[in-house]
């Protein structure tokens, strides 16, 4: 039997929990804070003014040839642009979708680009209806990892492992030894 999912921790301080016991605070301080920029969307999915002008044209039904034409490039190239335009609405809406992820989760960093990607990626499969259980499964672990969802928010933490540990003051030092020897 799992155990309890955790309680926010926006819930608990309305709950007053860390002031009945500072040491759930403590353990969740860490927790991701807005501070660093995710970046923009990878650059594979960009399109160029040229794939634009393509879609545009095949969109209204130009062939192969008039697109050629009209762009003035070998008919290869029109071919190539015909296949990137099909993947056009794709990108447009991976981009959008980096944006929303962007916008959930403003603690990601450089760092979480990758996983960011996948999340996007099988997202669009999720809203095209064409996912599997296994890359549903994917996408809710990955979120999961990032902290897009209330309990795993309280797992993730942004705080170095190892905290670097303020020096005591020497007189408090000397104190200590004094009052230990003398007690």
């Given amino acids: 039997m799992a155990g309890r999912p955790r309680i926010p921790?926006?819930?608990?301080?309305v709950k007053g929990a860390y002031e009945k016991d500072p040491k759930r605070g403590k353990a969740r301080e860490g927790e991701p804070k807005p501070d660093g920029p995710l970046g923009e969307w990878p650059s594979r999915w960009d399109t160029g003014p040229t794939v634009i002008a393509a879609a545009e044209l095949f969109m209204v039904g130009k062939s192969l040839n008039d697109v050629a034409a009209a762009l003035k490039i070998e008919w290869e190239d029109a071919r190539a642009?015909?296949?990137?335009?099909?993947?056009?609405?794709?990108?447009?809406?991976l981009r959008q979708l980096w944006e929303e992820v962007r916008l959930m989760a403003p603690w990601l960093s450089n760092a979480d680009r990758w996983t960011v990607e996948s999340i996007c990626e099988l997202k669009l499969r999720e809203?095209?209806?064409?996912i599997s259980t296994g890359e549903r499964s994917e996408l809710g672990r990955l979120c999961g990892k990032c902290g897009m969802n209330p309990s795993d928010r309280t797992r993730v933490s942004t705080l170095p492992k190892n905290p670097v540990v303020a020096k005591t003051d020497p007189r408090e030092q000397f104190m200590k030894r004094r009052t230990s020897k003398a007690g």
């Avoid at 921790?9 to 301080?13: E, G, K, M, N, P």
């Avoid at 809203?127 to 064409?130: C, L």
């Fill in 9 to 13: 921790t926006a819930l608990q301080l």
């Fill in 127 to 130: 809203r095209r209806g064409i």
């Fill in 81 to 93: 642009l015909q296949v990137a335009s099909k993947k056009l609405a794709d990108k447009v809406e």
